[in-house]
């Protein structure tokens, strides 16, 4: 059973950007689905889709709605990207394990391959 975090660094400017985080989602829906360990990190600008998906209106949000236990985001960039106050409210757990940021490092150390989005 392989073990996959799955990183959102996609800002929220582009169709693009959107389809990445969906693209994210939906990797982490199939590992999940297949009773794989799977972790979602928003990092960098990817914490700006916290806020998005939480919309019920969004398009993504019912996706992103069946993963939120699987969900964590960097306290630093949520601060940096000024969405700190909504990912507080939202199910994801704010990270700050290294320098304001999730460890990357400490997954890996765990044996979870890395992908990014």
Do not use: K
């Not at 169709?15 to 794989?36: I, K, P, Y």
């Not at 919309?55 to 969405?83: K, Q, W």
């Amino acid at each position: 059973m392989p073990d996959a975090a799955i990183v959102v660094l996609a800002g929220t400017e582009s169709a693009s950007d959107l389809g990445r985080v969906v693209n994210g989602l939906q990797t982490a829906q199939e590992f999940h689905e297949a009773g794989d360990n799977v972790e979602i990190v928003f990092d960098g600008a990817g914490t700006q889709w916290i806020p998005e998906l939480e919309d019920e209106a969004h398009d993504y949000h019912e996706l992103y709605a069946e993963l939120t236990d699987l969900m964590s985001a960097c306290h630093y960039c949520a601060n940096a990207y000024e969405v700190a106050d909504e990912v507080e409210a939202s199910p994801a757990e704010l990270l700050d394990e290294y320098e304001g940021h999730p460890s990357i490092r400490s997954l890996v150390e765990d044996g979870y391959e890395i992908i990014t989005y």
